[in-house]
């Protein structure tokens, strides 16, 4: 089993055909640490070297900072030849002496994002878009972080307004021609089931919740996905870092250190991998785009040798082997076939 990097899968019922591994760019808007533009721009061109066609990005990534980026790249290229992907969700408002709030970013340009799924929000935000990118249309547009893992308390009020405002704007956005699919960008499965209740999606980006580590929760909204053709884009892949570490001191978990039983996991995995002579970064990078429902695999780096590294696992020999070893040890929730 190996990855054709170049190969196209098709978003839902629309047409829209990506390649099956994309670029995930919330890093080149310096998420945990700074990235200078050079080294941006040769990550984008070592992207776009590799057959890469699919860039997404989001108005949150470094408070623009990503989007800018992604735009000063894509410019350059002939813009039937990929497809771009941005967010909805938060509107950015300038900075105007107010403190900048801590969302992770590394010297974030000086503005402050604020949730807003509302109608006029979204169309207010897609125009942004645009302007920062430079470019004159987005061909997916998701809605960003909508969900209780983010909203807390507030995501009653959040998904109201999403269902009610939101959803109508994107599918204007749609029936206009202005974008060609829209969908979720978000890490937690359970508000995906509440959306797909009452509205058509063409897509989800989903974040860190069909990893080779994280996988059981997701497979029935896989299964739904499959039955009403939404594609998934399977972000995420490493869990924000154990699954390409390994379970070494420190190793991060969803954002934060992993905890014991999820080190423990991660360790049984490493030793069957070991076994069968496939490093687990490759093991993980591959298991995502085994599901019918994926469409395309992202991959989140800000260093071309990172994702000269990422690529070269992808094109590895997987055995099928491994993912009946797997199933075999319990740490395989669904079959893997090539």
Request: one cysteine or more; charged letters at 20%.
């Amino acid at each position: 089993m190996t990855v054709d990097i170049t190969a196209r899968r098709t978003v839902g019922r629309t047409g829209l055909a990506v390649t099956s591994v994309s670029l995930g760019s919330a890093p080149l808007g310096n998420l945990f640490q700074p990235v200078s533009d050079e080294a941006a721009r040769a990550t984008l061109q070592a992207a776009w070297d590799a057959g890469i066609r699919l860039f997404d990005t989001a108005p949150y990534y470094g408070h623009g900072r990503s989007e800018r980026r992604i735009g000063d790249f894509l410019r350059g290229q002939d813009r039937d030849g990929y497809v771009l992907c941005s967010k909805v969700g938060r509107l950015l408002t300038p900075l105007r002496g107010r403190p900048m709030p801590d969302c992770g970013f590394a010297d974030p340009l000086p503005f402050v994002p604020e949730y807003d799924y509302g109608y006029d929000a979204v169309m207010r935000s897609f125009e942004d878009s645009l302007q920062r990118l430079g470019l004159d249309r987005i061909d997916i547009l998701l809605g960003h972080d909508i969900g209780r893992m983010t909203h807390g308390d507030a995501h009653e009020a959040h998904f109201r307004t999403f269902m009610s405002g939101g959803l109508r704007a994107l599918a204007e956005l749609k029936a206009s021609g202005a974008i060609r699919a829209y969908g979720l960008g978000v890490n937690e499965t359970e508000v995906c089931e509440a959306v797909l209740r009452d509205a058509d999606l063409d897509c989800i980006l989903l974040a860190g919740r069909f990893s080779l580590l994280d996988h059981k929760g997701a497979l029935p909204l896989l299964e739904t996905c499959t039955r009403r053709g939404v594609s998934i884009l399977a972000g995420g892949v490493f869990n924000s870092g154990i699954l390409a570490t390994g379970p070494v001191p420190g190793a991060r978990f969803n954002y934060e250190e992993a905890p014991p039983a999820v080190m423990e996991r991660a360790r049984r995995l490493q030793e069957v991998c070991a076994r069968h002579g496939v490093p687990l970064p490759t093991a993980a990078l591959h298991f995502p785009l085994s599901h019918p429902a994926v469409a395309s695999l992202l991959i989140g780096v800000a260093d071309p040798e990172l994702l000269h590294r990422n690529t070269a696992g992808l094109r590895a020999e997987v055995p099928a082997a491994l993912w009946a070893d797997l199933m075999e040890s319990g740490l395989l929730d669904v079959p893997v076939t090539a």
